[in-house]
């Protein structure tokens, strides 16, 4: 296939490709164009409603168009916006986000969507997830693919990472699939090793002493002798598991933290359920503030570093389940409701349990935008309405998308 076109590309999509339209009205995806462009692409895949292809000139530039920092850009499947300007970035993204609320979601009149950049827009990850090549050389999968190739450099993980990586050897193993390295306070790191059956440990990273905890089917191994990190935000101290999941971007996290003790009516009457708590990151700042704290975690290592966190407070509950059957089941009487699903969103059940709460006011922290969109479809179905939405740019240089939207509840 080698048809080639000339287009005048008209917005960005949810995913990280431009959208336009061919001569003969078909709708088409193109990777690494930026809205307004006029490009010369090349057909690589027809669907039955859309089209998809590469770019293979770009005839007239965006004003926005950057020199992308990174060599391995577009063959590299991590990063998707490099090629434009940090601002034109977080315009697209505010755009994406308003389109999925409306057209998923079916969302009318809707706040103007607030924007909140990152504090870094590069070297911003604490948690960076690795494959290995056929060489058992570090690297990333490929766009569009999910092969492996090795890497020279990345420019997302924050500096003790990027020190450590570029140093570990290792052996291609059987079973072994990736390798996650974590940075926490005062440049201390963990490497855990996913796979899945129990892995031998056996590679070095130039001499520097190991020692290694199982974590059920996959081997895990841990500098410094230890299972877990610390993370500061805002001055407190979070214990993190190698299984416990965090804001990768901790800066960002800072500020998510803060709006939301700004814009929720925390008062020492309040009751307020954390559902998908983790380990306790929005909790550990709210639990000061209200008379009840409830926390809601399926993930038992999560739930150990949640009472870990919080073990200074008594005011705070903490159910170890699934957030769905629990809201469908306990009535806590609640003021708010703050949920942070993970990609999937809420769904059906879990939305019908936090109706089922009666909450004034609910705080939804998304990293999806259609998921988001979804749900919000149900909330307004159960009597909420939409207050304010809020893009936290929680992955620069990439599609993903964060937000937190504030919901009140119909009179």
Not at 4 to 24: K, M, T
Not at 276 to 285: D, E, H, I, M, R
Not at 293 to 318: M, R
Not at 381 to 391: F, I, S
Request: charge should be negative.
């Amino acid at each position: 296939m080698d048809e080639l076109f000339e287009i005048r590309v008209d917005s960005l999509a949810y995913g990280g490709d431009a959208l336009g339209r061919l001569p003969d009205g078909r709708v088409v995806f193109v990777p690494y164009a930026i809205p307004g462009e006029v490009v010369k692409l090349r057909i690589v895949e027809n669907k039955a409603h859309h089209t998809v292809a590469e770019l293979v000139e770009v005839l007239q530039a965006s004003p926005e168009r950057v020199t992308p920092r990174c060599p391995h850009f577009g063959t590299c499947g991590g990063c998707h916006y490099q090629h434009m300007s940090y601002p034109a970035q977080l315009n697209a993204k505010a755009a994406i986000l308003k389109e999925q609320l409306e057209r998923i979601g079916r969302l009318q009149q809707l706040p103007e969507i607030m924007t909140r950049p990152s504090p870094e827009a590069w070297y911003y990850r604490n948690t960076v997830q690795f494959h290995l090549s056929r060489e058992g050389k570090l690297g990333y999968q490929r766009a569009r693919s999910n092969k492996p190739f090795a890497i020279r450099e990345c420019h997302l993980p924050e500096p003790p990472i990027n020190h450590l990586w570029p140093l570990i050897d290792i052996e291609p193993m059987r079973g072994l699939e990736r390798i996650s390295l974590k940075a926490g306070l005062d440049e201390d790191l963990m490497v855990v090793l996913e796979g899945n059956e129990m892995l031998p440990v056996d590679f070095s990273i130039e001499g520097l002493p190991v020692s290694v905890v199982q974590l059920g089917e996959a081997g895990s191994t841990i500098l410094a002798g230890s299972d877990h990190i610390l993370i500061e935000i805002l001055g407190r101290k979070f214990q993190v598991s190698a299984k416990s999941f965090f804001q990768v971007n901790k800066l960002q996290a800072a500020e998510m933290v803060r709006y939301l003790l700004e814009q929720l009516p925390l008062n020492p009457d309040s009751t307020v359920v954390d559902a998908y708590c983790g380990v306790g990151l929005f909790s550990a700042f709210m639990a000061a503030k209200v008379e009840r704290l409830v926390g809601i975690e399926i993930s038992p290592e999560a739930c150990e570093d949640y009472t870990t966190n919080l073990d200074n407070f008594s005011n705070v509950e903490l159910y170890e389940a699934a957030v769905e059957d629990v809201l469908s089941t306990v009535n806590f009487k609640v003021d708010m409701v703050v949920v942070d699903p993970p990609r999937a969103g809420l769904g059906v059940k879990t939305v019908r349990g936090v109706l089922a709460q009666g909450a004034r006011q609910v705080a939804y922290v998304s990293c999806d935008p259609a998921t988001l969109a979804r749900d919000a479809k149900q909330l307004v179905a159960g009597g909420y309405r939409l207050d304010k939405v809020t893009l936290f740019d929680m992955f620069p240089q990439t599609y993903h998308i964060e937000s937190i939207s504030l919901w009140e509840k119909n009179n």
